[in-house]
């Protein structure tokens, strides 16, 4: 009935392009350039002209503001300029989302989402400000003092433990979700983890960072950037690159899950669970229909638990789900994270999953799926607020 | 001082204007453990507010609770993401569910249980670690026999 305020199929990615990957601290150029260079080359891996380019997305607080960028990279008449707020990676498909949106609604024609991360130059996400002050203010003021300051110990150690409690979680499971993160970078020369295998006994004995979560449960830090240009259908047919539609996207923020000191109403799930029926509602899709899916690995245990939130299986079923290969390439039954994702290929906030989807549907991912026509992309599972999108052919 | 949980250097909390929160730590200072609760339709919440998410109203008290509740969730912190925690490391975070303030959450640490022995479930009863020299009073967890 809202079908003409959709933007479902109405826009397409036709560039991505990507800086190389590095631990956090290797890059000497600044991440201004990053983000410079990741549109360019996206830009080109379009076509297009960076004349042509008129809107500028991004999401995360990014420090590369859009006019300073769109300064220095010559664009002419910038039409369209958007941050999304808040929500660390939760933010990436909705950068791309809003850039959707000013497309369908005219204010722009070519409009670029980025995301530049140097950690080296500036220090880790989500260390928060408790690490450099003496006196804290506002919800962290009722978590830092207790110790409990950074994104793994508030969004994911013990909504983890939770689950483990209430549905019988294990270790394993969380395991098997590093092990295909690692089984796929193995192919993906750009990953950070390339020629570094992880075996499951590797996994089980690595050191606690924050006792359920092991060491290889968490993402890495890292320095680089990455880019998409999108543009409508129409023009997307003029191309030359084959055209990746935006079949749906969805972005938000469930009733009370930014409560303070952890009093969302529920817990063990990511903020996923209001924004999937969403999404699978503009697709017209359901996770039956998902051929490859890429779900942000800040932190294992929220990977597991946006599978569910997604309805690949029930709430609490996550655990027997990952199991026996299932989210493995090439033969499981819903291969994730084809690149290596946050865990092994690099932490670009996500973005590089964006990236990764696009590859999917072009038929030029490393871990190629056969035919893949349906490409899902979730931001950022257990942030406020999160996002995703779906990709097709 | 030196059997105060976490050594010094914390970071230790400020009361923000921004959300009328000043009722709960001066209430940790007298050793009560308060939860915001709306005067108009009861709804509790935390952490504090200005207004009240279900009826929008801006009127609340500061109630006093039993300072009980089970732990709902917990973790034991290996990592040390603070340079004051560097030689505290492993230390226990928990959440607990107090017993009388509609399913209201607070996040602490459980000062006399070593890690192995906390479990979800378990009881236990807050208790007040005082910080003279700062001007602030912590909200900690002892466990409760039943």
Redesign the interface.
Known sequence: MAEEFSIKDKVCVVGIGETEFTKAGVITRSEFQLACEAIVKAVDDAGLKMTDINGICSYANDRNEAVRLATALGIPDLAFSNMQWSGGGGGGSASVANACAAIVAGYAKNVVAFRALAQGQFGRFG?G???R???????A??????????AG?NLA???A??HM?EFGTKHEHFGAISMASYKHAQRNPRAIMYGRPLTMETYLNS???????HLFDCCLENDGAAAAVLTSAERAKDLKPRPVYIMAAAQGNGF?YG?????GPN?VTTNHDVVAPRLWQMAGIGPQDVDVAQFYENFTPLVLMSIEDYGFCKKGEGGPFVEGGRIEWPDGELPINTSGGNLAEAYIHGFELITEGVRQVRGTSNCQVKDAEISLVVSGPGVTPVSSLILRR | MADQFFPPGMPLPASDPSSEDAGFWEACGRHELVVQRCTDCGTFRHTPEVICYKCLSFNYEWHRVSGKGRIYSHMNVVYPTHPALRERVPYNAILVELEDAQGIRMVGNLVDCSYEDIHIGMPVEVCFEDHPDKDVTLPLWKRLDQ
């Open positions: 260390q400000l408790a690490a002050s003496d006196r804290i203010t506002g919800q003021a009722y978590t830092a003092p207790f110790g409990v300051m950074t110990q150690a013990m909504p433990r939770r409690h050191r606690w960072i924050a006792e359920p979560l009370r409560a303070g000191a952890h009093n817990y």
